[in-house]
């Protein structure tokens, strides 16, 4: 007993490092791989291109032999999954339809994964690498500065613990005009989201669809 009372506990993130997950770009916005992505969409409906995104999603995944979480904040993301036969982790639960509530779980995923993945809907295996991570619509929640300077701190910290990438999506500023654009604002200095400019400036791509079947890098 007197030699474990001068024993010291180590992190285990000390001697564990995570084999780094990046998602590879589709082949028609060029040669790429990014740790952190964003794409702005124009609705919540899954166009080709964005089924396009999501099977590179899958394909890096199955690669690595990791699995992908999807928090879908829209509700869309369930019959895409099963369409692709593909075990997911997939949260979709009103605790994470505010953005407090989408940080707290995403705390709780790098403190206790294990916990945390118990509340998704559906559940890939435990002992497999969290290779990415989807959230799916930031434009649900608040647009501060500093929510989004935190939600990037926590994302930031996943990807050190689980070496995953992630991909967040947002809407583009037609989604906030309401009809006929009647709630528009004036010049955003060529903003495309409404999400803060210094949480997709972090981003090592941020994608615009701009067509059912094609996007650009902005």
Not at 5 to 32: E, I, K, M
Not at 47 to 68: A, Q
Not at 200 to 214: G, K
Request: aromatic share 10%.
């Amino acid at each position: 007993m007197d030699v474990l009372a001068h024993c010291r506990v180590y992190p285990l993130a000390n001697f564990y490092r995570p084999v780094p997950q990046f998602l590879q770009l589709p082949d028609s916005l060029g040669p790429g791989q990014v740790a952190f992505c964003h794409l702005i969409e124009h609705s919540f409906k899954f166009t080709p291109f964005k089924r396009r995104l999501w099977s590179e999603c899958v394909k890096c995944s199955i690669n690595e032999g990791s699995s992908i979480l999807v928090i879908d904040v829209v509700s869309e993301w369930r019959d895409v999954i099963r369409e692709a036969h593909v075990d997911v982790h997939y949260m979709n639960s009103t605790s994470i339809l505010t953005m407090e509530g989408l940080q707290n779980f995403l705390i709780q995923l790098n403190t206790s994964p294990e916990e945390a993945l118990k509340r998704c809907y559906l559940r890939d295996r435990l002992d497999k690498q969290i290779g990415g991570i989807i959230i799916d619509n930031l434009s649900y929640f608040t647009h501060d500065m500093t929510s989004y300077a935190a939600l990037l701190k926590i994302l930031r910290q996943l990807r050190q613990s689980f070496g995953c990438w992630v991909l967040t999506i947002s809407y583009g500023l037609e989604y906030y005009n309401g009809v006929e654009n009647s709630t528009a604002t004036s010049n955003r200095g060529g903003a495309l989201t409404r999400l803060p400019a210094s949480y997709t400036s972090e981003m090592d791509a941020v994608i615009l669809r701009e067509t059912a079947q094609f996007g650009r890098l902005v």
